[in-house]
């Protein structure tokens, strides 16, 4: 059973800081790996999605990576500004794609101004 | 164009009822999923349709069940409420049945059952 695990669960940095969000996947038969945002009581926004046979996407001060073989993939923002205050989920979708996403926990951000 | 929408917004029942989702997906998208999000959890996944059949099921009790419609809207049903049924209810929609495109989801139901 795939399991995606993130790390921090909370981070909270000064306005201007360049950032690093962990996720780590256990099963690495994935198809893809996406990123999303949640606001507090809202729905999900897709930021990246990174086909199995990709590196690295990016938009913006977003970059993601993905490093299937370690199941492994890091969300990067950079010069980080206190509307991308909000929790940051990251999930999988396995070679078969019938069970949809398995999402992990989320990592809490606060961005101080 | 307008995003995915789900209806109602909020909702609160009790033990034992009955309760109705819907959802409308992205227009030209024919593949809806529905996924369960508990406070401080991610969302878990219930059920994926594509073109009126059902895709992928999570793993929830047969007290859940969806439907999809011949206009590609959805409804996630749920019997026999209980308590640890309160959540968030997400709605997610893509282009085709093709898990290589993007999910972009609804603004949810939030389900309080008391």
């Known amino acids: 059973k795939q399991e995606v695990t993130q790390i921090p669960a909370a981070l909270s940095v000064p306005e201007g800081e360049n950032l690093v969000l962990n996720c780590s996947f256990t099963?690495?038969?994935?198809?893809?790996l996406q990123w999303f945002r949640q606001d507090p009581g809202k729905g999900l926004t897709s930021l990246l999605l990174?086909?199995?046979?990709?590196r690295e996407q990016t938009s913006g001060r977003l970059n993601a990576s993905l490093d299937k073989s370690s199941g492994r993939s890091t969300l990067y923002i950079a010069a980080s500004q206190p509307g991308d205050s909000a929790t940051y989920l990251c999930?999988?979708?396995?070679?078969?794609?019938?069970?949809?996403?398995?999402f992990g926990k989320g990592t809490h951000l606060i961005i101080q101004p | 164009d307008a995003g995915v929408t789900q209806s109602p917004t909020h909702l609160i029942k009790t033990r034992g009822q009955h309760v109705t989702l819907r959802c409308s997906p992205i227009?030209?998208?024919?593949?809806v999923s529905w996924y369960q999000q508990v406070l401080g959890q991610g969302p878990q996944f219930i059920f994926q349709?594509?073109?009126?059949?059902?895709?992928g099921r999570g793993n929830f009790p047969d007290r859940f069940s969806a439907r999809q419609f011949p206009n590609y809207s959805s409804e996630l049903n749920v019997n026999a409420l209980l308590l640890g049924d309160s959540a968030l209810y997400l709605c997610?929609?893509?282009?085709?049945?093709?898990?290589?495109?993007?999910?972009?989801f609804g603004p949810g139901t939030r389900l309080l059952v008391l």
């Open positions: 227009s030209g998208h024919k593949s």
């Open positions: 999930a999988v979708v396995q070679g078969g794609g019938a069970d949809g996403l398995t």
């Open positions: 349709y594509y073109e009126k059949e059902e895709r």
């Open positions: 990174i086909q199995s046979s990709q």
């Open positions: 997610a929609s893509r282009s085709q049945g093709a898990y290589a495109k993007t999910q972009y």
């Open positions: 099963d690495s038969a994935i198809y893809n």
